[in-house]
């Protein structure tokens, strides 16, 4: 008779070797989920369990779409990072859209973030060499 605890820790063992069957899931964001930015992000960044290869990532605002060129011909890597246009003040969505070219399965998901502002465009550093005094 197997006790019941002996099954649950054979689960969660199976549940923790995982990874190797399982589609490709996102851990985190930069921006975040959720994040309230002060400064508009100039890339987003995707981080998951596993190799992937970006397909569809879209940004929208408002219901409008801004355009954002993914690069599907990037090696495959657990880290995806697409750079932005400058983003005004407002609340975005993202939705992605990424291939697991291990198992060819393909995964996806939403998620938001807003720019409270102020907006000030970007910051560039003034070279050194630029700066006299
Ligand atoms: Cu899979």
Known sequence: MVKPWLLAVALAGMILAGPAFGHAKLRSTIPAADAQLQVAPKSLTLNFNEDVRLAVLTLT??????????????????QVTVTLPVLAVGKYQVRWSALSPDDGHVSNGTFSFAILGPVTAPATPVPAAATSR
Request: glycine share 6%; no cysteine; proline share 17%.
């Open 61 to 78: 605002a408002d219901g409008k779409d801004i355009p954002v060129t993914v690069d599907r011909s990037a090696p495959a890597s657990p």
